[in-house]
């Protein structure tokens, strides 16, 4: 049929965009002049093929839609191929180009009309913004054809010319057909269930089917036979869609529908047929979603007379309008971002620090977004988000687990507070000089060695990053479940910074905190979590700790949900550069925390935030409510493309390697045994049980490409290679990798360059090689083994000295890092050592040498040592082996800051005062 099978596509939007270009093809070849029978029966037999492989795709989409394409089933029955070439083109361009969202378009149509077809690109920024945004509504009910279009026809007719939306409808028969359409079929904003649906799906094509593994492991289908299909589908589509509207038509009696779980169902009708209602309740529900408070408020602003008598000279543009040097600035930006520059907070505008008005609602539109109780914007990034929420929960002395390397913000954020640091090692990667996550086992050994030394009263916080910069993603609801089952009211703050659109992909969503938190809420109540704990509290009375690492812990029904989430919204999502948002999911948020997570909010928020960033972080929201599955799902589309076509070209292999989550994560952390995601002899792999059960997982749009076959560190081809030669912009690299990280706003266009590049690197190295002399090409290969095999092994963290321990003589490993890096600040606390000369004599000698500041080297981008941690043999090594420019903290004049012995003895003099 076509020129790859359906194995070769990762997802059925691939799968229709590809037969279409084929048929287009085709068809094309059938009027082409000079055309034989042989070839003309060749043509026909593979056009009727690719339109047979068309036809159970096209149920799910309102265009060309099920009318339409009968009519070029029998334009090719009949042999009218100059029709049958015309309309195909009309219905491909019209999918390339969007029109169809933007006017109806006939199949055939006279030379006037043929201009119609134009690319939205083409259209001025606004003109497209005056365009009426288009969705599809899916309506569930088993129709014969008649009834089918009398219901279309019904709905049609509601339309007015007031109306903020077009909207096209397409009718399903079952609830499976339901599930696969809404998660095939990106248009659709709202489900329509009536009662006539049946359970099961005549639609038997792999890729199609593949979708209902969506649904969690829990729910069995066949379960639901003898039961009402309506209410259970509103709910389903809940668990795998939840920001879609879904409209139940019943004739059930209401006492029957009451109570019952129907998911994000906005309105049930009772056996009627009231299509002007539910037509006006439809584009409701589209436009509680389409609201954009305070980015609407500050439009509003912009366009008010206003005279300025306070701060901001450049308000309205007045600075820059009457000035005689500045005028390229004004040109640049256009006269809009100046409107809408202003310090005000009144005038129909709001106070992020006391927001009341819009800012306020854009807010709790968010919240509803990301599934989270509150939501608070921040102006000035993540970092910031990490610092409010470590001073809001945590008090001197508490303890907090961290990973060792999170963020710097996070242990700049716990030297403000005060905290007792517990780091926690990943497991290393150290041939390509990176670190993984923290096992579980090791998270519960140190909470477990916490009880057992009386001090699990004590710990707070787990600290987690979710998913770590190199892509590794936690199982967060058994992370969550089963250290809330040593200590139950454990709080937990996932830094979520690179995975902010993970919520609005059905696959991703189920390891983001705040779908954990809503699902452990209703978990927590249910009568077989209870007895589970019951049964487990029974069986493990008297185990011993390495018991219970080993086991599956239920947290009890009492475990408070306490969990808080920090995300970039700028870097995965829309938004403007600093744009941040905190999610709260805290069961204990009202009573325990409000009032002291707003006088950290007050501490790190400027009083005078960016207004351009509130308004970009609301309008963010807005799209991923509207069109987040969408850019989720070709995000990941363009990852998996750019994975394929790399594991498929020889060149490429020679000197490039896409590591796998078998490269990335150790089997042990990979139940379902699932290694690479794609396969060049086998095709794609289902990921689903991976997603749903594994320790770890890896997130596919973050692509880590294996460079030192190359002979170049992953820096030099970052900066000398990608960028000065060809303007590839990336940000992380490790000794000998690179990464490349798809977004909502990656195109197919960027993924070709990228490939086109790498083909060119690698044939220039080509080149290259056959032109070197024998001295020449052993200097390569010197250099590809000393970038390969030649890794200096990652340390771990060794542990702080006995002058930053509360209690020196415990067991446990916290430590004091504020008294450590405040007291750095007396310079003549501090001594400076060379790497391979003062220090390493000293550590001949027998002396305990102990970092004042943090040493921070790039790559990886973690801090190796922290102010109060004591320097091991293997931290020296690995610093020595370093081959990087920039290592932060550490100055290659003086040497490695420490502290020196006095003031290390009398900080331990102090503390035996103090106990």
């Given at each position: 049929?076509g020129?790859?099978?359906i ?16 048929l ?14 042989s070839r ?15 036809a ?9 839609g ?16 100059a ?10 361009r019209?999918?390339?180009t969007?029109a ?6 006939p199949?055939?149509?006279?030379d006037?009309?043929g201009?119609e077809?134009?690319?939205?690109a083409?259209?001025?920024?606004e ?14 009910d ?5 009834q ?16 903020p ?30 009662p ?5 799906s005549?639609?038997d094509?792999?890729?199609l089917?593949?979708?209902?593994k ?49 998911g ?7 056996n009627?047929e ?5 037509h ?14 305070f ?13 300025v008598?306070?701060a ?8 820059i309008?009457?000035?005689?040097w ?42 509803r ?8 914007f921040?102006?000035n ?6 610092k409010?929420?470590v ?16 963020h ?16 926690l ?20 050994h140190?909470?477990l ?13 787990l600290?987690?990053t ?5 892509g ?13 089952a040593?200590?139950h ?8 910074a ?29 009568d077989?979590?209870?007895?589970a704990?019951?049964k487990?509290?029974?069986e ?6 390495a ?9 009890p ?17 829309t938004?403007?550069?600093?744009g941040?948002m905190?999610h ?17 909010y ?25 069109e987040g ?5 070709r ?9 394929r ?14 590591l796998?989550?078998g ?6 952390f ?13 095709g ?18 973050r ?19 990608l ?16 990464l490349f990280?798809?977004?909502?706003g ?23 090689l ?6 020449e090409r ?12 030649n ?19 415990g ?11 405040f ?12 790497l ?11 002396r ?14 973690f ?17 020595r ?7 932060h ?5 003086l040497g ?7 003031a290390?003895q ?10």
């Amino acid at each position: 049929m076509g020129s790859h099978s359906i194995t070769e596509y990762y997802s059925g939007t691939q799968l229709r965009a590809d037969r279409w270009s084929n048929l287009r093809e085709t068809v094309e070849g059938l009027v082409a002049e000079g055309l034989s029978e042989s070839r003309e029966t060749k043509l026909l037999v593979r056009a009727s093929e690719l339109l047979d492989a068309l036809a159970p795709i096209e149920a799910y989409w309102a265009f060309p839609g099920v009318l339409a394409f009968g009519q070029l089933e029998r334009m090719l029955t009949q042999r009218n191929y100059a029709d049958l070439c015309s309309a195909t083109q009309r219905v491909v361009r019209g999918l390339t180009t969007g029109a169809y969202r933007r006017r109806h378009i006939p199949l055939i149509s006279d030379d006037a009309e043929g201009d119609e077809l134009e690319d939205a690109a083409s259209l001025s920024v606004e003109a497209r913004s005056l365009t009426k945004p288009y969705f599809e509504v899916l309506v569930v009910d088993n129709l014969s054809d008649h009834q089918a279009r009398w219901l279309k026809d019904s709905l049609h007719q509601m339309r007015r010319l007031e109306d903020p939306f077009i909207y096209e409808t397409v009718i399903v028969p079952s609830l499976e057909d339901t599930l696969m359409g809404i998660l095939f079929n990106h248009n659709v904003q709202a489900v329509v269930v009536r009662p006539g649906l049946s359970l099961r799906s005549d639609n038997d094509m792999p890729i199609l089917r593949g979708y209902l593994k969506h649904i969690p492991e829990d729910e069995d289908l066949d379960a639901l036979a003898s039961v009402d299909y309506g209410p259970e589908l509103c709910r389903l589509i809940g668990l795998v869609r939840p920001e879609l509207d879904t409209y139940l038509i019943t004739d059930r009696a209401a006492e029957d529908i009451a109570g019952r779980d129907l998911g994000q169902c906005r309105r049930v009708f009772y056996n009627q047929e009231d299509f002007q209602e539910l037509h006006l309740n439809i584009l409701r529900g589209v436009s509680s979603r389409f609201e954009t408070p305070f980015f609407d408020a500050l439009k509003r602003y912009s366009r008010q007379p206003t005279g300025v008598f306070h701060a901001l000279p450049i308000s309205r543009g007045k600075s820059i309008s009457r000035s005689h040097w500045i005028q390229d600035m004004g040109a640049f930006y256009g006269s809009n971002i100046f409107l809408a520059e202003t310090s005000a907070t009144s005038g129909g505008l709001d106070s992020l620090l006391e927001p009341r008005g819009p800012i306020k609602q854009a807010q709790q539109l968010a919240a509803r977004a990301f599934g989270a109780k509150q939501t608070f914007f921040a102006t000035n990034g993540t970092s910031t988000c990490n610092k409010v929420v470590v001073q809001a929960l945590v008090q001197p002395g508490d303890i907090v687990l961290v990973d060792r390397d999170c963020h710097k913000s996070h242990h700049y954020g716990l030297v403000l507070a005060g905290a007792q640091v517990v780091y926690l090692d990943s497991y290393p990667l150290s041939e390509y000089s990176m670190y993984g996550a923290v096992p579980l086992r090791e998270i519960k050994h140190a909470l477990l060695h916490l009880k057992a030394s009386g001090k699990l009263d004590r710990v707070r916080m787990l600290l987690l990053t979710n998913c770590t910069f190199d892509g590794i993603v936690y199982n967060v609801e058994r992370v969550v479940e089963e250290c809330l089952a040593i200590k139950h009211d454990l709080v937990f703050l996932w830094d979520e910074a690179w995975f902010a659109f993970a919520r609005f992909g059905p696959t991703y969503r189920q390891r983001t905190a705040m779908h954990v938190a809503n699902t452990l809420r209703v978990k927590l109540k249910s009568d077989a979590l209870r007895q589970a704990w019951e049964k487990q509290q029974s069986e493990l009375e008297d185990a011993d700790d390495a018991t219970l690492i080993a086991t599956r812990l239920v947290p009890p029904p009492h475990a408070r949900v306490r969990i808080y989430a920090t995300q970039s919204t700028h870097k995965t999502l829309t938004s403007l550069r600093q744009g941040s948002m905190i999610h709260v999911n805290d069961q204990d948020f009202k009573g325990e925390v409000e009032a002291v997570f707003h006088e950290a909010y007050m501490t790190h928020t400027s009083t005078s935030p960016n207004y351009q960033i509130i308004a970009s972080l609301d309008v963010g929201r807005r799209q991923v409510e509207l069109e987040g599955f969408e850019f989720v799902q070709r995000q990941v589309e363009a990852a998996m493309s750019i994975r394929r076509a790399i594991a498929r070209h020889p060149l490429l292999q020679k000197y490039f390697r896409v590591l796998t989550a078998g490269d990335m994560i150790a089997e042990e952390f990979r139940q379902s045994g699932l290694s690479s995601y794609y396969d060049s002899e086998q095709g794609w792999t289902d990921v689903s049980e991976s997603w749903a059960n594994d320790d770890f997982v890896l997130d596919a749009t973050r692509i880590t490409l294996a460079v030192g076959g190359t002979g170049w560190d992953g820096d030099t081809f970052k900066n000398d290679v990608l960028m000065d030669k060809f303007g590839i912009q990336i940000n992380k690299t490790s000794r000998n990798t690179v990464l490349f990280m798809t977004n909502i706003g990656t195109t197919r266009s960027s993924v070709a360059y990228l490939i086109e590049v790498l083909v060119e690197i690698a044939r220039d190295l080509d080149d290259l090689l056959d032109d070197a002399s024998k001295m020449e090409r052993l200097s390569f290969e010197r250099r590809v083994h000393n970038l390969i095999s030649n890794c200096p092994p990652l340390p771990d963290f060794s542990c702080f000295h006995d002058a930053f321990r509360l209690d020196p003589q415990g067991a446990t490993a916290e430590g004091d890092i504020r008294s450590a890096y405040f007291l750095a600040y007396d310079e003549n606390n501090c001594d400076y050592l060379e790497l391979d000369g003062s220090m390493k004599e000293a550590m001949s000698s027998g002396r305990k040498l102990v970092s004042a500041s943090f040493i921070i080297p790039y790559p990886p981008g973690f801090p190796i040592l922290v102010p109060g941690q004591v320097i091991s043999e293997d931290i020296l090594s690995f610093m020595r082996a370093l081959d990087v420019s920039e290592i932060h903290g550490y100055r290659p004049d003086l040497g490695l800051r420490v502290f020196s012995e006095a003031a290390l003895q009398r900080r331990m003099n102090e503390q035996f005062e103090k106990s």
